[in-house]
């Protein structure tokens, strides 16, 4: 039994570790993905500022370097897109390990539970059967008490 219950705990610490990685590794999916995003949108914002900049006349240099750093971003924003997709299966992976520890060690819990149900079954019984033994002895006469 106790071997069970070791078990048992060594389960559900594998269960939060994790538990906690895949919260981790899904934090870090969703983290890069909002960088992405923000890279996107300053893209987006040097766009901007080179199509007003060509009306209003600012030099041409300025808006060279504007169009290659947002190529720039958009390039790096391109490259995140592996990186994501790698998280995400990775986060996918961790959370399907984490659901199987969370298994393992609900399947240990109902053992654990089910044998210590058996062992108090077990002492109840011997408890009925002590109580029995000492009424069939008071209901005997002279049970006990020759001697006295």
């Known amino acids: 039994m106790n071997a069970l219950k070791v ?4 389960a559900k610490i594998r269960e939060d570790q994790a538990m906690a990685q895949a919260r981790r590794v899904g934090t870090q999916a969703n983290e890069t ?3 992405q ?19 209003t006349g600012i030099k041409v240099a300025f808006i060279q370097d504007a169009d290659a750093f947002r190529e720039k971003l958009l390039a790096s924003s ?15 992976i961790t959370l399907e390990e984490a659901m199987r520890a969370k298994m393992k060690s609900q399947g240990l819990a ?12 077990k002492r109840d019984k011997a408890e009925e059967n ?19």
Do not use: N, P
């Open 33 to 35: 993905l909002k960088f």
């Open 7 to 10: 078990l048992l705990r060594l």
């Open 130 to 148: 002590q109580f029995e033994d000492i009424l069939a002895a008071r209901t005997r006469i002279h049970s006990g008490t020759k001697d006295a």
């Open 110 to 121: 109902k053992l654990v539970a089910k044998a210590e149900l058996v062992e108090q079954q």
């Open 78 to 92: 391109s490259a995140m897109d592996k990186q994501i997709a790698d998280l995400r299966i990775t986060s996918k």
């Open 37 to 55: 995003q923000q890279v996107i949108e300053y893209a987006k914002e040097y766009e901007k500022q080179i199509l007003t900049g060509g009306q």
